[in-house]
């Protein structure tokens, strides 16, 4: 079965860059496009990013150019970083992947933006 475990997050002050990564149990380009969502407390989840087998990237407008999605170079992380941390980025982040309408979900890891 195709697995996907985030990792990463954790309780750390506003400022500074956080990257989160998402290690996938198969070579990721056998995977249409991935993302990373995330639902913030009383909220809905939501997307964040997405990356194609391409390497073509989306973002949310709410994290354009704050938030960068990317792979390496091992063909088995995606990550997501953010450039400077503010409290508004609390929330569980979900990394997602797609195989044709086959969705895979991560058990999420939790960032906390706090002072």
């Known amino acids: 079965q195709v697995q996907l475990v985030e990792s990463g997050g954790g309780l750390v002050q506003p400022g500074g860059s956080l990257r989160l990564s998402c290690a996938a149990s198969?070579?990721?380009?056998?995977?249409?496009?991935m993302g990373w969502y995330r639902q913030a407390p009383g909220k809905e989840r939501e997307l964040v990013a997405t990356?194609?087998?391409?390497?073509?990237?989306n973002y949310a407008d709410s994290v354009k150019g704050r938030f960068t999605i990317s792979r390496n170079g091992g063909k088995k992380t995606v990550y997501l970083q953010m450039n400077s941390r503010k409290p508004e980025y609390t929330a569980v982040y979900y990394c997602?992947?797609?195989?044709?309408?086959?969705?895979?979900w991560g058990q999420g890891t939790q960032v906390t933006v706090s002072s």
């Open positions: 990356i194609n087998v391409g390497g073509k990237t």
């Open positions: 198969i070579n990721i380009f056998e995977f249409n496009d």
């Open positions: 997602n992947a797609r195989i044709l309408s086959r969705i895979t």
